[in-house]
């Protein structure tokens, strides 16, 4: 009897199980060299695929138990979107195993060995003589791809799906075009402005023969509408243009200067672009072009040398969304991976509750790192490195109605290069829903928007957002427009700075309130080195007060009365009936909104500018207050033009001394947060990143 206990246990230890316990949490291992014929107990057991090891939660064995499902060291590539529907209290946890370096793709890695240099004659005729030597290729068939996506429009607020994508030892290659850099102006528009046919300056194309896959991305008639689109015919002997489809607002003749687009302002902005999937435009390293009908890859590689070395990992993205979270699922949790090559979403939810991104790196999606929408709460993403996405974060959730919060929570995390291919929407986080925080982030290096936000509530502290706007005009890099209902919202304690105009069009601003959006509290930020600091469009019942305001290069700050010629009214009363405004927690938490109807709505009511610091005798001014004074309450502000009025500029310490000290003293001016003060508090990403 002994004996038979004793083997009992001796198969529970073998088998993993008593180390786990029966009603403990449990682990599963996956390892590339794994089998899924395992059971995946232990790490000598592993199974192959993370689809197996999710398979194997269907078990008893798990039921009611948290789950780990450790992912072991190496690439472990999909073969299909990863779906987790999971319901119960129990959490799902898929990590790295003892913080390995672990890639999850939603692609297929190409052998370097499978590429050679491009011996056609006929295609080495149409690229350019420049790079006719150092091209490569490789049939995408030979290791299995087939599936090649296709190339869709994108741009404004639409989220990107891209087609198979190149991605070289870990960083995107770029679709062949021209130009490399900015964009060549529609010369004239031959079909009225919202025809398909117009002329452009270039002799460039005369270059190109058999080029039967074109596209042209632009901003064609507004500097804040992108979009991609398929050219129709191209005619290089006269210049002329026909797209496939309409452009958002039609086209019109472009003013764009590839030196300098300082002085070429709203009325000159719009109509220029670029062409894109040109393969007669694989002329620097780091470009390709894929011939759809042949299945041909061909790519100048991005390195000193030139050459191709068989350490180099060369992946293609496969899969559209690499996670999804179906149905309302809850209580899961991704840590400690790298998660890319996703042609959508790196990760996906909706009405998603309890969920954790924690020490990730997600990059070179097709459209946003994470996104999350409808009511989804309590969803945590923090310590991560996002980047090379279209798009960082979207994050939805709450319920506006009863103003219940959502929970959400963005934090400590660095999202950069967050608008790879679209400008405007692709922005490092948008922000939906009600009562979401938004602390400690660096977003920066964008085309567009970093923190487009809506809905009521949220909190926007201690964040280091910087060089954003870089294509794209009339943009803040925080930004909201459009509502007179989406208060209870503060911006506080930031540092804003490098939002610049380098293309036609309006003024860009490092906090926007476009169109009449209403009550936002913008209190201890430091702002420098923007176009415009902050404006108020024509809004009511925001206040601006303990900021500092340092070296604008056209305005410190901008008013206007903008809803007075009534443009945009449909939309704002749209927003303004689906909340009940008038009655319950609404009527209570936001008083002057109940109201509103009967307070001329349409004017910039109750806007409060007070116990700010601004420096710049040129730009310390609020345009437009001259003729807004009656609806501007301007007070209580300081003036300076000395450098020598605060600590030290040039670590970004404006705490104030010599004249603005007794100012500060007098009105209680908070100090300053200093540049260490916001950002990620940790390291971000995996471990082995060192980031």
């Known amino acids: 009897m002994l004996y038979a206990v004793l083997l009992f246990l001796h198969v529970l230890c073998c088998g993993g199980f008593v180390l786990d316990g029966l009603s403990g949490p449990a682990n599963l291992y996956v390892s590339t060299h794994g089998r899924d014929h395992n ?139 021209w130009p490399n850099e900015g964009f060549i102006n529609i010369r004239q528009v031959l079909s009225g402005t919202h025809g398909r046919r117009f002329s452009y300056d270039s002799e460039r194309p005369k270059r190109w023969s ?13 500097s804040w509408a992108d979009m991609g689109v398929k050219i129709h015919s191209l005619d290089v002997t006269n210049h002329l243009v026909e797209l496939e489809r309409d ?57 000193s040398s030139g050459h191709l070395s068989s350490h180099d990992v060369i992946y293609t993205s496969i899969i559209n969304d690499c996670f999804s979270l179906d149905g309302t699922s809850t209580n899961v949790v991704f840590r400690g991976f790298t998660l890319e090559a996703c042609r ?34 309590d969803v945590t993403i923090s310590r991560c490195n996002l980047h090379d996405g279209d798009g960082g974060v979207s994050l939805d959730g709450g319920d506006r109605v009863t103003l219940t919060p959502s929970g959400n929570l963005v934090t400590d995390n660095l999202i950069w290069r967050f608008s790879r291919e679209t400008g405007v929407g692709a922005n490092a986080l948008s922000l939906r829903g009600v009562a979401a925080r938004v602390q400690y982030n660096d977003m920066h290096t964008g085309q567009y928007t970093a923190i487009r936000w809506s809905g009521n509530d949220h909190v926007m502290e201690y964040n280091n957002i910087h ?42 601003r490092g906090i926007m309130l476009d169109d009449q959006y209403s009550s936002v509290t913008i209190e201890e930020n430091v702002f420098y080195d923007n176009e415009v600091h902050t404006n108020i469009g024509g809004g009511r019942d925001n206040i601006i007060r303990d900021n500092v305001f340092y070296n604008a290069t056209l305005n410190a700050m901008q008013v206007d009365h903008r ?82 009025d605060f600590y030290d500029v040039t670590v970004r310490d404006f705490r104030p001394q010599c004249q603005l000290a007794q100012f500060a003293h007098r009105v209680h001016f908070p100090t300053p947060i200093q540049l260490n003060q916001v950002g990620p508090r940790f390291a971000v990403g995996p471990k082995y990143n060192g980031i």
């Open 344 to 377: 959508r979403f790196g990760i996906k939810g909706n009405n998603a509750h309890n969920v954790t991104v924690e020490q990730m790196e997600i990059k070179n999606t097709g459209s946003y790192n994470v996104f999350f929408s409808g009511d989804s709460r």
């Open 467 to 508: 060089h954003t706007c870089q294509n794209s005009s009339d943009c803040g890099g925080i930004h909201s427009g459009r509502d007179w209902t989406a208060r209870g919202n503060i911006i506080r304690k930031n540092h804003i700075h490098h939002t610049l105009r380098r293309v036609p069009g309006a003024d860009v």
């Open 210 to 222: 058999s080029e039967n896959d074109l596209w042209a991305y632009g901003y064609w008639f507004w």
């Open 39 to 177: 059971n995946g107990h232990d790490i000598h057991h592993p199974v192959r695929t993370l689809s197996q090891a999710l398979s194997q939660l269907k078990l008893s064995t798990y039921s009611n138990r948290d789950v780990t499902i450790n992912l072991m060291q190496g690439y472990h590539d999909l073969d299909a979107t990863v779906h987790i529907t999971h319901r119960s209290p129990h959490t799902i946890t898929i990590q790295a195993h003892k913080d390995e370096e672990v890639h999850v793709t939603g692609g297929k890695r190409i052998p370097s060995n499978m590429f050679h240099k491009v011996t056609d004659t006929a295609i080495l005729h149409r690229l350019p003589p420049e790079s006719r030597h150092k091209v490569y290729q490789m049939n995408l068939s030979d290791v299995g791809i087939t599936d090649l996506g296709h190339l869709t429009s994108y741009g404004f607020y639409h989220n990107r799906e891209a087609p198979l994508e190149v991605f070289y030892n870990g960083a995107p290659l770029r679709l062949a075009r």
């Open 563 to 644: 809803g007075t010629a009534h443009s945009v009214d449909t939309t704002l009363y749209d927003k303004l009936r689906k909340v009940p405004f008038k009655t319950g927690i609404w009527a209570s938490k936001y008083p002057k909104l109940a109201v509103i109807e009967s307070n001329s709505p349409s004017e910039p009511r109750g806007n409060q500018i007070y116990n700010n610091v601004f420096y710049g005798a040129k730009t310390s001014s609020i345009r437009g207050l001259e003729q807004n004074v009656d609806w501007f309450n301007v007070s209580n502000n300081a003036y300076s033009d000395l450098t020598s």
């Open 247 to 303: 452009t958002w607002y039609g086209l019109k003749e472009g003013h764009y200067n590839n030196q300098s687009n300082e002085g070429i302002k709203f009325s000159q902005q719009g109509g220029y672009f670029r062409f894109l999937n040109v393969l007669g435009e694989i002329d620097e390293p780091g470009e390709y072009y894929i011939d759809r009908s042949s299945g041909v890859l061909y790519l100048w590689p991005p390195t």
